[in-house]
């Protein structure tokens, strides 16, 4: 008999009858071709089935076989897959016990936020809720040992911190928190450079996205400026008129400008989230907030407006501009402060800072009540699909947008060189205009809320997937 045998018979030897059943179905489950041995192909189809991605479910699925495979033939038998799952769970077994601090038998979303706190991501209470209830299965709102051995059982990873990690991921599909308040990471993700991969998934989804309905914001900023009582546009109209002034090509002017921020303005909001938030917790021992982080978030996007505010001028100036008025960004630039000096550049600043306040609140408040209200009438649902967070993102970024939208109709019309200030601004405006003035351009605004929301979403995931 050979050693690989010997091994196999030993640990074979120390496996209960009745794990070995369960192996047994779980084994007959994931051989499709019943050929009696479980393969790279078979395993990855069996984790897409969980909602992993295309090359994250063929990388798990290499990396669990090279685990069982004693025999180097690439696959495993049912007696490899008896010795490598006895081994596996042994493992799972232990995070287990570690995660269950109180040792009643059942890890409590108090004990999972504790667990990630201890990582260094500071969750609210809600969000270790929502965590928990993706394996509890018996709606008791704790995960016992069977919920949580079932639900990890084809996971590569038994490290309880690697385990955290990618538990959290799964649920970071939160298009409304992401536009208030960054992603944390723990200090593993941090060094093993997981964190910069989102930021260029973000970063990358958000160019996509906004190339994607560039057309859509200019006919939105080129209303915002020139509609009036007079002077009436339509989308249409705007969008043929752009295109004889300056043919097709014209309508994506501005955009190279909307790309260029997003890269810094993803890095240090990222980087003054993290220190706004050590500067409120201090020294406590109490983890962050709802509110408080929702203020971190909030501070962190003011910050990062500031630094990226220019080109938001630049940007709104060359979109309602004419064919050859500017030679491009930098041209735009420097004759904006000639023109206007420093100042030329943080024109329509204010409005757009406290624009931050009532759109993110409201954006970020009404896509998890609307999430929540969801998953209590679906309790059999672990996570929501990802048309429900469309859906939600949608619908919260369009009642986020009504509400900040006259903030941002000022600001637009301060940026593109706008005579006064942010209050003699509103002020002409609903003397000349009424109350419809400050909603101009708001049609194109919400045309392109669902198309940059999807583009967005598909973009990141696939990103991410090739990334990470």
Not at 51 to 77: C, L, P, T, W, Y
Not at 234 to 262: C, D, H, P, Q, Y
Request: glycine content about 8%; proline content about 3%; aromatic content about 8%.
């Amino acid at each position: 008999m050979s050693s690989m045998s010997v091994e196999g018979s030993a640990n074979n030897s120390m496996v209960s009858d009745e794990d070995k059943q369960r192996y047994r179905a779980l084994f007959v489950k994931l051989d499709a071709d019943k050929n009696g041995t479980v393969e790279v192909g078979e395993l990855a189809a069996a984790l897409r089935l969980q909602k992993v991605s295309d090359k994250q479910a063929a990388g798990h699925a290499k990396e669990i076989i090279s685990r069982g495979d004693k025999d180097d033939d690439a696959k495993m038998d049912f007696d490899e897959f008896v010795v490598y799952m006895h081994g596996h769970e042994t493992k799972l077994k232990t995070a287990f016990l570690d995660l269950d601090k109180n040792k009643d038998g059942h890890i409590e979303p108090c004990e999972v936020q504790a667990a990630l706190s201890h990582l260094g991501v500071s969750i609210d209470l809600s969000e270790a809720e929502k965590l928990t209830k993706q394996l509890d299965k018996d709606g008791s709102m704790t995960i016992n040992w069977e919920e949580w051995r079932n639900a990890m059982q084809l996971s590569s990873k038994d490290d309880l911190e690697d385990i955290l990690i990618s538990w959290r991921q799964s649920g970071m599909i939160d298009i409304g928190d992401n536009l208030t308040c960054p992603p944390e990471f723990t200090k593993k993700e941090k060094q093993t450079g997981m964190w910069w991969r989102h930021l260029v998934a973000g970063g990358s989804a958000g160019a996509v996205s906004r190339s994607f309905t560039a057309p859509l914001d200019r006919v939105k900023i080129y209303m915002q400026v020139h509609a009036s009582k007079e002077s009436t546009l339509s989308v249409f109209g705007v969008l043929k008129n752009m295109v004889t002034e300056g043919g097709v090509k014209s309508l994506w002017r501005g955009n190279a400008t909307n790309v260029l921020k997003i890269a810094p303005e993803s890095a240090i909001k990222f980087a003054a989230y993290e220190q706004v938030k050590k500067l409120i917790v201090g020294e406590r021992v109490k983890d962050i907030s709802v509110i408080e982080r929702f203020a971190a978030g909030a501070s962190a996007g003011a910050i990062a407006q500031t630094c990226i505010y220019p080109l938001e001028v630049i940007k709104t100036r060359l979109a309602v501009s004419k064919t050859g008025q500017y030679k491009g960004i930098l041209d735009c630039g420097a004759r904006v402060l000639k023109e206007n000096g420093p100042k030329g550049l943080f024109k329509g600043y204010i409005p757009n800072l406290i624009g931050i306040i009532p759109y993110a609140g409201i954006d970020l408040s009404i896509y998890e009540t609307m999430k929540q209200m969801y998953m209590k009438a679906h309790p059999e649902e672990k996570q929501p699909s990802i048309m429900l967070l469309l859906a939600c993102g949608t619908f919260s970024s369009t009642c986020g947008q009504l509400a900040s939208y006259p903030l941002a109709l000022v600001r637009t019309r301060l940026q593109a060189g706008g005579k006064g200030n942010f209050l003699s601004m509103t002020k002409n405006i609903l003397a000349e205009e009424g109350l419809r003035g400050l909603y101009r351009g708001i049609l194109p605004n919400f045309m392109k809320v669902l198309p940059a929301v999807s583009v967005s979403y598909v973009i990141y995931e696939h990103i991410k997937g090739k990334l990470c």
